[in-house]
Nanobody, 119 residues
Framework: QVQLVESGGGLVQAGGSLRLSCVGSGIIFSLSVMGWYRQAPGKQRELVATISPGRSTNYADSVKGRFTISRDNVKNTVYLQMNSLKPDDTAVYYC?????????????WGQGTQVTVSS
């Protein structure tokens, strides 16, 4: 059974930093693309960042230069370091796993963690 558990969200002032973590179980972590997505109230879920098994990264234009995604294949954990936070970054942040070319039963979403940035 796929389980992705996020942590690290909270309330922070604009300009501050947070580090999100997501621990995966029931997935083939080292062969999965891991990603962070976010959904603000009244908006669609959007991509924030992804990291491939080979550690290639991809970022939304809105977070480039401020956010950094990384992974630890020993701990089955993906991180999102968020710096210079803005009120527009306020959203529920979700962790996602996608096994490349594999059985979709190994794909999944976390339950989300709230990030609130005050101005």
């Amino acid at each position: 059974q796929v389980q992705l558990v996020e942590s690290g969200g909270g309330l922070v002032q604009a300009g501050g930093s947070l580090r999100l973590s997501c621990v995966g179980s029931g997935i083939i972590f080292s062969l999965s693309v891991m990603g962070w997505y976010r959904q603000a109230p009244g908006k669609q879920r959007e991509l924030v960042a992804t990291i491939s098994p080979g550690r290639s990264t991809n970022y939304a234009d809105s977070v480039k230069g401020r956010f950094t995604i990384s992974r630890d294949n020993v701990k089955n954990t993906v991180y999102l370091q968020m710096n210079s936070l803005k009120p527009d970054d306020t959203a529920v942040y979700y962790c996602n796993s996608r096994l490349i070319g594999g059985d979709p039963k190994y794909n999944g979403w976390g339950q989300g963690t709230q990030v609130t940035v005050s101005s």
